[in-house]
Structures are given as structure tokens and as C-alpha cells.
């Protein structure tokens, strides 16, 4: 009975080698084997900002930042359009170009270094920035600020020639209104004239210098979009003709 018992446990022992031995190089093999890719979310991610609300004309990346209208949001990096505003260091003493719509990715190109002492204005290509001072109501009542589109009529008064109103600029953009804030007296009747800066061409700067010295502007405000009109002029003869 003997010999049966020791071949049986001579039997078992050899499975239970196998087993642990199998069991160890399957542990092995467990431990070496890469784990698995994580399921969504595993794409490299990069960081980008982004508008909350429409960001205005002269607006300071600072500004932006402080008050939310500019916010960082995680995205994958495949996503990054070139040129996008990375980090707030990047929008550091810039100011926004035009008004920004609400939900946009910030680009870099989108917020200039200013050009002016006062660090709000930017001048588009080819234009330059010219300062008029106009009386209120002549000027919008001051409603017009940065941003904004004004036409430009020319007021002649008669003096060297017969008097009439003419347009003669149109969609002209306003850069600043006053360098700083309004005065609160604006666009009441006898109060402070009030200083545009407008982006134009040195050839529209002549004719608005030489109606600003020898006749008179007027302006109007203009609604984004609105395409270019033409006028006939208004004189004493047609003033008062029904339109």
C-alpha cells in the first residue's frame, strides 16, 4: 500500500510545482504587458482662451482677464488653432484690435501692442489717428464711443461759396472718444466739446482738417453692417423739398 500512496503524492506534488510555476509565469507575463490606453480623455490636452461675452474695441488684455471676459478652457491640443492665446502673459499690455464676438478663441493677433501713450488705442493698417473736437450735439450727443461707425458730413456756411451739407465720409471707425472717460455733461446742451479719434487716410485727414478749420463737421452714427449710401447734398434749394 505503500508504493501506491508515495507515487500518488509524488503525483500530487508534481502538479502543485506546475501550478505554482505556470501561476508565477503568468504573474510574470501580467506585470511585464503595458497597461491599456485609458478610454477617452487620453488625448493630449493644451490650454486656450476663450470670450464669455463680446470683448470691445481698446479693450486691455488685463481688463479682459479681470472682469471674465476672457477665460481659459482645456481642450485637446489637436484642437489649438494657430496663433491661439495660450497663456495670460501673451495678452499683457495688448488691447483688443475690434470687438471680439462672444465665444471666440482668442488669437494673439486679436490683441496688438497699443501704439498711443494711453494704451487703449490701436490704428488699423494704412489709416492714421486724427483728433476732432466737436460740439455735442453736432458729435452724436455723445453716444459715439470706441468702436463705433460714424458718417461724416461737411457743413459749408457760405462764406466762399453757397452753403449746403454734404457727405463725405462714411463708416469712418472711432479709435477714442476724449483720450479718457466721457465728461458727465456729455451731450447735454452747452456742455463740454468733446475730442474723437478717427482712423483715416491722410487723404481723408485733409478734407476733415480743412472742414474742421473753414466750415463744419457733422456726424451721425452708423449701424454695424450697413452698406454705403449715396446722397444727393442738401442746399437752401433742396432743404426743404419733400424727400
Known sequence: MRAPMARRTKVTLAAGVLVFVGGGVGAAYM????EPAPQGGGAPQATVYYTTQNVNTGTAGSVALAQGLVR??????????DGAVTSEGQLAGRVAASTIPAGSVVLAEMFPAPQTRIGTVVIPPGKRALAVELEPVAGVAGFVGAGDLIDIYGVARGQNGPAGVQLVLQAVEVLNVNGAGLPSAQGQPNGPNLVYLLAVTPAEAE???YLTKFEELYFDLVPRGEPPVVTPGAGPGQALQAI
Do not use: G
Request: charged share 25%; proline share 18%; hydrophobic share 55%.
Open 72 to 81: 481659459p478652457r482645456n481642450v485637446a491640443a489637436a484642437e489649438v488653432p
Open 207 to 209: 478734407r476733415l482738417i
Open 31 to 34: 506585470a511585464a504587458r503595458p
